[in-house]
Nanobody, 123 residues
């Protein structure tokens, strides 16, 4: 069983940057995918970025591509999401999750979730 704890969220103005972190504890052996998902009030949880734990191959939602960078440090069991040039529409609760790599941005492929960290971007 893996526990995930996100941090790094906050309130920023449009154009600024944030870096989110997700620390995993418990059993983290083997190959799997880690993802970042955003949920705004009244909306479905959507995939933002994901990465294969073993190879480091990233995958991005179209809106995040070119602005966000997902990475991981396996020695520290830590996942990161660097978010640049933030926009108000990036606002939401960001969740870190662990799951399969069948569909990397599909919430249904993830079975371990963190508690979330809030990101608020004002114009």
């Amino acid at each position: 069983q893996v526990q995930l704890v996100e941090s790094g969220g906050g309130s920023v103005q449009a154009g600024e940057s944030l870096t989110l972190s997700c620390v995993a504890s418990g059993y983290t052996e083997g190959d799997y995918c880690m993802g970042w998902f955003r949920q705004a009030p009244g909306k479905e949880r959507e995939g933002v970025a994901a990465i294969r734990a073993r190879s480091g191959s990233p995958f991005y939602d179209d809106s995040a591509k070119g602005r966000f960078t997902v990475s991981r440090d396996n020695s520290k069991n830590t996942l990161y999401l660097q978010m640049n040039t933030l926009r108000p529409e990036d606002t939401g609760m960001y969740y870190c999750a662990r799951g399969s790599c069948t569909k990397m941005l599909d919430v249904r492929e993830y079975n371990n979730w963190g508690q979330g960290t809030q990101v608020t971007v004002s114009s």
